[in-house]
């Protein structure tokens, strides 16, 4: 064999070797990214619609008759128990009471008269000088005094509560409405609802949930006889979200034929006024004591036609299918009832690109 010969087989040979050595390589593990089931408290989703009400709501009305000398509020804006609203023509209630006060000092001053008389009469007739028929007649004067004093402390009972009604005061805080008269104008007790007080803090929201929402929420406690344990969330027209939460403090007692549904209300602190009568807006319900429950974050949990599973991923960074049964559901997080334990890893990417038994390199979720 001459040189060339045994250079090139030698070369041959070393070729054929590194192939070889190239086809054993083994590929690298592929990257996942992994997270840990954890206890955590799962607000359910429940989500209605609901509608902003007043807790509170009162129609003024004129009591009296008399022309409306005062309109003592801005329509629209808050106003404090107690506050003046409207204010009719007193002069007239006033004279009124001027001429009861004067009637019962009348009847008092008679009736002092009958009672001296009666108390001379008393003591004739103890003395036995005059016969008991003049004694009755003094004492019938004397009830007929006292009951016109009683007569005429009760008319000026009413002449004071008619003109304690010329004043039309806020029985509550709150915010009113338009005024439906204006002052010059006579009003009377016909005259209709002169504007609506109605209160803002707290205020009520109303939403109707299902018969099986409600049914739930008996059962895991949130609703019982003697107390309710749900609070609610409400989003805006606008998208945002109230910052306070509300607690259910009313729950409907009977279900309605039409929509089997229950109405159920939420008292929210609305110091701001943000919150008005009749406004819509999207209510939240969660029990207000849920239990730590483990979950898993949602996009790791696939269905096939076994059911749930997931990829974890054990020690020694081999995955394992496993079967799960999964309970409520938010946004991100997915209850696990079964087939994990907390501090179990879950593949939550790159599932496309494993299998059960397939050894990864696990990457921890930073999120």
Do not use: C, W
């Not at 070889?20 to 799962?42: D, I, K, R």
């Not at 949130?222 to 939460?245: E, Y």
């Not at 799960?324 to 690109?353: F, H, P, W």
């Amino acid at each position: 064999m001459n040189s060339a010969t045994f250079l090139f087989s030698t070369l041959a040979v070393i070729t054929l070797a590194s192939a070889g050595v190239a086809q054993t390589e083994t590929p690298a593990p592929p990257s996942v990214v992994v997270a840990s089931a954890a206890m955590q408290e799962l607000q359910k989703q429940d989500e209605f619609v609901g509608r902003v009400i007043a807790d509170q709501s009162v129609d003024l009305q004129a009591r009296v008759e008399g022309v409306l000398e005062e309109v003592n509020f801005t329509e629209g804006g808050r106003v404090k128990k107690g506050d003046t609203l409207f204010k009719i023509e007193q002069r007239k209630y006033a004279a009124s009471v001027e001429s009861a006060q004067a009637s019962l000092k009348s009847a008092q001053a008679a009736a002092q008269s009958d009672k001296t008389e009666l108390d001379r009469q008393q003591s004739l007739f103890d003395k036995g000088d005059i016969p008991q028929a003049i004694l009755d007649t003094a004492k019938a004067t004397y009830a007929e005094g006292q009951a016109a004093v009683d007569e005429a402390t009760a008319d000026l009972k009413i002449a004071q509560i008619d003109l304690d009604y010329t004043e039309i005061v806020s029985p509550l805080d709150g915010r009113i409405g338009l005024s439906a008269v204006d002052a010059g104008n006579i009003v009377d007790s016909d005259s209709g609802v002169l504007a609506t007080v109605s209160s803002i803090d707290p205020i009520l929201v109303s939403f109707f949930v299902s018969e099986p929402v409600l049914l739930r929420e008996r059962r895991n406690g949130s609703i019982t006889q003697n107390d309710i344990k749900l609070t609610t969330q409400i989003t805006l027209a606008d998208g945002g979200v109230f910052p306070s939460d509300g607690k259910v403090t009313y729950v409907g007692d009977s279900v309605s034929q039409d929509t089997d549904t229950v109405e159920l209300r939420a008292s929210f602190a609305n110091p701001d006024g943000v919150l008005i009568p009749g406004q819509f807006v999207t209510v939240s319900l969660s029990g207000s004591e849920d239990p730590k429950v483990l979950t898993v974050p949602r996009n790791a949990v696939q269905f096939d036609k076994q059911g749930y599973f997931v990829f974890s991923v054990d020690d020694k960074s081999t995955v394992h299918r496993m079967n799960i049964k999964i309970g409520t559901q938010s946004a991100t997080r997915t209850q696990v009832k079964s087939g994990l334990k907390e501090g179990d890893r879950v593949v939550v990417q790159g599932l496309q690109k494993i299998h059960d038994g397939l050894v990864v390199n696990p990457v921890d979720s930073q999120s």
